[in-house]
């Protein structure tokens, strides 16, 4: 738990993510239009609101379950140690499965379980993260879907957390320490 003040300034806004998210749902549409049922796998805790919303525009027969993986705690650094709490539900051997992250940082996260789940022997397996921050990666990894890339700041919102804050936020917003604003 941070105990310096800060606030959340907009960086994109709920009408921006909704729009960004027709676009990238039609992109997945037409790569997984043969698909018999897509399982779409969500990265918790952060990802809970973008699989909500993504699922939701897909056009696709699709069934959806979860992983919970963890690397942060409460703090803005990643331990990289990434820890699964929770596995999946389903069997995901021979199946089509996108895994839909909130936001890839360092990459240990995503890297860490698609290794995990490709394990299992999926037929395809693919990512999608909402946001990107590529000026911070540790590991050679890119999604096959991204939404926004952004820049080294640390973000809240639309399922991200600060501290298991925030999360409620209706759009993505930076934050910013008001102690180190000058005097
Ligand atoms: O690319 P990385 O540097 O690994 O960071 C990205 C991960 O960090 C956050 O998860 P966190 O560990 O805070 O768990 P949470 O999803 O439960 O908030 C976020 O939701 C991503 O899963
Ligand atoms: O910018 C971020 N905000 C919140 N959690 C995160 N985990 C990785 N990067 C971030």
Redesign the pocket.
């Known amino acids: 738990m941070s105990h310096r003040p800060y606030v959340i300034d907009q960086m994109i806004s709920a009408k921006s993510i909704a729009a960004r998210i027709e676009e990238l749902s039609t992109e997945i549409e037409k790569d997984f239009r043969d698909t018999d049922k897509l399982v779409v796998v969500g990265?918790?805790?952060?990802?809970f609101v973008f699989i909500a919303d993504l699922v939701r525009e897909l056009d696709l027969p699709v069934e959806v379950d979860f992983i919970?993986?963890?690397?942060?705690g409460d703090a803005m650094e990643?331990s990289r140690e990434?820890r699964i709490f929770k596995d999946l539900r389903g069997r995901i051997e021979g199946r089509d499965v996108l895994v839909v992250?909130?936001?890839?940082?360092?990459?240990?996260?995503?890297h860490h379980v698609m290794a995990y789940l490709e394990a299992k022997g999926p037929a395809r397996l693919k990512s999608i993260a909402l946001l990107d921050k590529p000026a911070?990666r540790e590991v050679d990894y890119k999604p096959d879907y991204i939404g926004f890339e952004i820049p080294d700041e640390f973000v809240v919102g639309y399922g991200?957390?600060f501290a298991q804050r925030n999360r409620n936020l209706p759009y993505i917003g930076k934050v910013r320490f008001t102690d180190d604003d000058p005097a």
């Open positions: 990265l918790l805790r952060g990802s919970e993986a963890s690397s942060y990643s990434v992250e909130d936001i890839i940082d360092t990459g240990h996260t995503l911070r991200i957390d």
